[in-house]
């Protein structure tokens, strides 16, 4: 294999592995939005929030991966190398040689600062969201276990009222019963 052929097989490679983490990023996004209702609920919390920091940073990830995509391409056809002319860029193409002139001038490298910046960015934005998804996750089961646990001894009752007939406010009152004593607590 020549020095060329294995300088665009890495550019393949790196091509391929940014496009695996922009659809893995985009996965745990579409699954995350899915699910978010049964996780969280509807009340406002703190999970909430990291929940919205988490997508965030994930679509960070995604567009510094479509910017390492768009640098891989700059890299490989770079402005200055075009030909204005058409008869000159038809006679590049028609002729291996000169193709090959022309590819040696080109520095085909997958290490150049423009790519290796945007690669670095869209895989520490990954691995960040990925930390949050992980602390979310435990989060979200924590404090479902904790009030699950509080609730566990208590029988809920809960009142609907309206006050004078107007349905527009509606007031519930939820009172707690401990099994096994007759105290209770209100919220």
Do not use: H
Request: hydrophobic share 40%; glycine share 4%.
């Amino acid at each position: 294999m020549e020095d060329k052929d294995i300088r665009f097989k890495a550019f393949d490679f790196a091509s391929e592995t940014t496009k695996q983490l922009v659809t893995i990023a985009t996965g745990i996004i579409a699954l995350m939005v899915t699910f978010s209702k049964d996780v969280i609920g509807e009340n406002y919390t703190s999970e909430k929030t990291l929940l919205f920091w988490t997508w965030g940073i994930y679509i960070f990830s995604i567009l510094f991966g479509v910017l390492t995509l768009m640098a891989l391409t700059g890299t490989l056809q770079p402005k200055n190398t075009k030909q204005k002319d058409k008869s000159k860029n038809e006679e590049i193409q028609n002729s291996e040689s000169n193709e090959i002139k022309c590819c040696e001038k080109i520095d085909l490298n997958i290490n150049n600062s423009n790519i290796r910046f945007f690669s670095f960015l869209q895989i520490l934005f990954f691995i960040i969201a990925l930390i949050l998804t992980t602390v979310f996750g435990y989060k979200s089961l924590t404090n479902g276990e904790i009030k699950n646990q509080d609730l566990k001894n208590k029988i809920p009752i809960i009142r609907k009222s309206i006050y004078n007939n107007d349905s527009t406010k509606i007031y519930i009152d939820t009172l707690y019963l401990d099994k096994n004593s007759s105290q209770s607590t209100n919220r």
